[in-house]
């Protein structure tokens, strides 16, 4: 597969990996709403933010929208755009392969560019993804006059879709809504139930010999499927319909059959690469809705529309999913999320996270009616909690830094283990869990209420008595052991070392 090369490339291709895990520190005065909300809007770097992330939310994101610089050599007020383009993969390669570890089984990616790196991150995207998770490159209408200052005018932007199961992403993905326009098609009315419907033909392409049966219509016509065609269902299933009303002849009740289907039950319709700005917005449409929010002064250059977010997250999502966004911008993926029902991450860097962010999720929290909000008849409620990257779990000699907990060491040696992510709400004990036949154990920061110097952290009998049974091997991390080789060998131990065993610095 052909790879691109540019200055950097092979720092770059270790970045994520050298990152430092940080802690993430609430502050309390910024969040908002339910104090248990479990809506995260996160200050710092997202390459940092998203590595100390992982170890809790690893596999269990359903949607993930992200809309970074698009490297169009103008500068903005809130960031600096104009990054040589070797910058600008050096930016985004890892940020992107973090990002990928996030995805649950079913879940998926969507990333708005523009011409400048459309194709470039494509590529790049092939090789972190991989070319057979590539589901789609959608064409946004982001402008709904035209643009007469270049030779060709530029009217719209890419979005790119992968999923880490594009099969199963297929199986699960949701229709889009029908517009009102596209509904214009189901114009008869059920004068009973008062229900629209239209008249669907009753044939299929081909040849299946229990569906080329006669069927004689009301008025005394005889009609036979098409050539080339049979009916598009057998004969039982079509005198089903028949007797509860829902075959149509024709105003003549003498033409060929047709099936009756109903505008409210219909799924919708399947999502296709074409976005016009009449179904999801542009950006003038995204302009006003942040002038409405925060006031011209101080609007975001270039915002997106709630509903183009509205449309991705329909489609990627279901009420309760995850959704993360780690270029937020203007907080509106985390605002329509929100709205919507799903749970959300969202992650800016610098001053730009409190000044408007944290300003329009509190509106949309206290219920604002702008964007999305009338559609979705969105009246306010839940919550978000505001956070700040911490220090590193591992000083610069990799060393546990003093005053980590349990917990964060725990998140750490379970993710590094499993590959998985472990539950915020996890108990706090020695047991972390079992993954794949294997138990794993942390002796660390005396919890087993040991007040012993070292406090239960060193692998002794007297230790080993108080630990939870599990049949099976074993991975027990702790300060050091006091069990010769041959005793872990038998009871299936695997001894580790803290920190220097720890993988996942």
């Known amino acids: ?5 540019w200055f950097n490339r092979d720092a770059d291709l270790t970045r994520a990996a050298l990152a430092p895990y940080r802690l993430l520190e609430p502050v309390a005065k910024l969040s908002h709403g339910e104090e248990d909300s479990p809506n995260m809007l996160i200050e710092g770097d997202n390459l940092e933010a998203l590595k100390a992330l992982l170890p809790y939310y690893a596999g269990q994101v359903k949607c993930i929208f992200i809309d970074p610089p698009y490297n169009t050599k103008s500068a903005f007020e809130q960031y600096d755009d104009n990054l040589e383009h070797s910058k600008w993969l050096s930016m985004i390669y890892p940020r992107l392969e973090l990002l990928r570890r996030f995805l649950s089984q079913d879940g998926s990616i969507w990333i708005t560019i523009d011409d400048n790196e459309a194709h470039y991150l494509k590529v790049v995207m092939d090789e972190i993804f991989g070319r057979e998770r590539f ?18 005018g530029d009217v719209h932007d890419y979005i790119l879709v992968y999923a880490e199961n594009p099969d199963l992403f297929k199986k699960v993905r949701n229709r889009v809504p029908f517009t009102e326009e596209q509904a214009k098609v189901y114009r008869n009315i059920d004068p009973v139930t008062k229900r629209r419907w239209r008249p669907i033909p009753m044939t299929a392409q081909g040849y299946r010999a229990n569906q080329m049966y006669p069927i004689t219509a009301p008025g005394g016509a005889v009609h036979r499927p098409p050539e080339g065609r049979c009916w598009s269902t057998i004969e039982p299933e079509y005198l089903k319909l028949k007797e509860a009303g829902r075959i149509y002849f024709g105003k003549d009740n003498n033409s060929q059959p047709n099936i009756i289907r109903f505008l409210d039950e219909t799924e919708g319709l399947v999502p296709w690469t074409w976005w016009p700005s009449e179904e999801v917005g542009h950006t003038d449409e995204a302009a006003k809705e942040q002038h409405q929010l925060m006031g011209k002064a101080d609007a975001f250059s ?5 509903r183009l977010l509205k449309r991705i997250i329909e489609i990627a999502t279901n009420p309760g999913d995850w959704v993360l966004d780690s270029f937020l911008g203007s907080g509106t993926t985390a605002a329509v999320a929100h709205k919507m029902g799903r749970r959300w991450i969202g992650i800016e860097e610098g001053e730009h996270a409190r000044t408007h962010c944290q300003p329009r999720l509190i509106q949309v929290v206290d219920g604002e009616q702008g964007g999305v909000s009338s559609t979705l008849e969105w009246k306010g409620g839940g919550g978000l909690r505001f956070y700040k990257l911490g220090v ?9 830094r003093e005053g980590i907990r349990f917990e964060h060491l725990a998140a750490h040696v379970w993710f590094a283990e499993t590959g998985t992510a472990r539950s915020t709400r996890a108990a706090k004990k020695p ?8 138990g794993y154990y942390l002796l660390f920061n005396g919890i087993l209420g040991d007040e012993s110097k070292t406090g239960g952290n060193v692998l002794t009998k007297r230790v080993l008595r108080g630990l939870e049974p599990f049949d099976g091997p074993k991975v027990i991390y702790g300060e050091s052991c006091d069990l010769p080789k041959e005793r872990l060998e038998e009871l299936q131990i695997t001894f580790k070392q803290t920190p220097y065993d720890i993988k996942a610095r």
Request: proline content about 9%; some cysteine.
């Open 302 to 306: 270039t915002p997106k529309p709630e």
């Open 392 to 400: 590193p779990v591992f000083d610069e000699s990799g060393h546990i």
């Open 1 to 5: 597969m052909p790879l691109l090369s």
């Open 135 to 152: 589901v789609a490159t959608c064409v946004w209408q982001k402008r709904y006059s035209r643009e007469n200052r270049e030779a060709i």
């Open 431 to 438: 047991f972390l869990g079992e993954h794949h036949g294997v």
